[in-house]
């Protein structure tokens, strides 16, 4: 079993910053992709950014420029940092990664339990 436990969430004015964090644990022996995914009321849920383990990254056309993906393996951690944020960035933001599991490395994604962002204008 995976569990990918998210930080970092909360309420954020427009124009500012905001930091996500998400942190991998249990039965892995390789991460590959680790991204964002968010959805807003009513919406469905979309791409934000991910980051494969080769280190590239992809992001929404709604948050280049703005928006920024890392990764530290070493703790198997993700981190999504807003800045110049925008009332419609207001969504649950889910991380998500592609693992290859313990013993058999069969692939399986897992998601986080998601947290909320709101920016008020």
């Known amino acids: 079993q995976v569990q990918l436990v998210e930080s970092g969430g909360g309420l954020v004015q427009a124009g500012g910053s905001l930091g996500l964090s998400c942190a991998a644990s249990g039965s892995f022996f390789r991460i590959n992709t680790m991204g964002w995914y968010r959805q807003a009321p009513g919406k469905q849920r979309e791409l934000v950014a991910v980051n494969t383990s080769g280190g590239s990254t992809n992001y929404a056309d709604s948050v280049k420029g703005r928006f920024t993906i890392s990764r530290d393996n070493a703790k198997s951690t993700v981190y999504l940092q807003m800045n110049s944020a925008k009332p419609e960035d207001t969504a649950v933001y889910y991380c998500?990664?592609?693992?290859?599991?313990?013993?058999?490395?069969?692939?399986?994604?897992?998601w986080g339990q998601g947290t909320q962002v709101t920016v008020s204008s």
């Open positions: 998500v990664g592609d693992f290859q599991i313990l013993p058999t490395g069969s692939p399986r994604r897992y």
